[in-house]
């Protein structure tokens, strides 16, 4: 059975076979989790970014969908990208945002990936509030994790998204 862990602090640094990296669809940096990720890892990642968009990802990645990486200068083996999507109250949206777990650890697993990050998927800029988010998340995980994953990782940047996670976690 996989681990499921909470970790409040900064997904750069986690030593872990794969880092998710909140991405957009461009592949190519940006803001938030995205840009940390690219700034800490280093160029490699953006020229591995630049490859799959030259190849298979000409338009740029699908919302829900993941692709690996290399993760250049961090201490992960592989960066995982997913779109996640952008929250609408008036639309229900939560499939895209499971998607996006889901494709992650199948991508994590054809890599053969132990120990998984994730970050809080769409709930910086794209607005998805938290503890719909850490419910989505976590009961994702919880039904699609399995080996070779032995530990999933929740990074959460703040008090206050670990403390979501955290509630929804205990349930």
């Known amino acids: 059975m996989t681990e499921i862990r ?7 640094l986690m030593s872990v076979d794969a880092i998710v990296n909140a991405a957009n669809s461009s ?4 803001g938030g989790v ?7 890892g280093g160029p490699e990642i953006l020229a591995a970014c630049r490859a799959l968009r030259a190849s298979h ?3 740029g990645l699908a919302t829900g969908q993941a692709v690996a990486t290399t993760a250049g200068r961090l201490k992960a083996g592989h960066v995982i ?3 996640g999507p952008v929250w609408y109250p008036e639309e229900d949206r939560s499939e895209l945002l499971a998607s996006c777990h889901r494709e992650s650890l199948r991508v994590a ?6 120990t998984v990050a994730f970050p809080a998927i769409s709930t910086g800029v794209y607005g998805w509030p938290l503890d719909d988010a850490a419910r989505i998340a976590l009961r994702t995980v919880t039904e699609h994790a399995g080996p ?6 929740f990074v959460l940047f703040d008090a206050y998204a670990y403390a979501e996670f955290a509630a929804v976690h205990r349930k």
């Open 6 to 12: 909470l970790h409040q602090g900064d997904i750069t």
């Open 27 to 30: 592949l190519l940096g940006g």
């Open 34 to 40: 995205d840009g940390a990720i690219h700034r800490r």
């Open 57 to 59: 990802y000409g338009r």
């Open 81 to 83: 990208h997913t779109v």
């Open 109 to 114: 697993a054809e890599l053969g990936a132990r």
């Open 148 to 153: 070779p994953l032995e530990t999933v990782w």
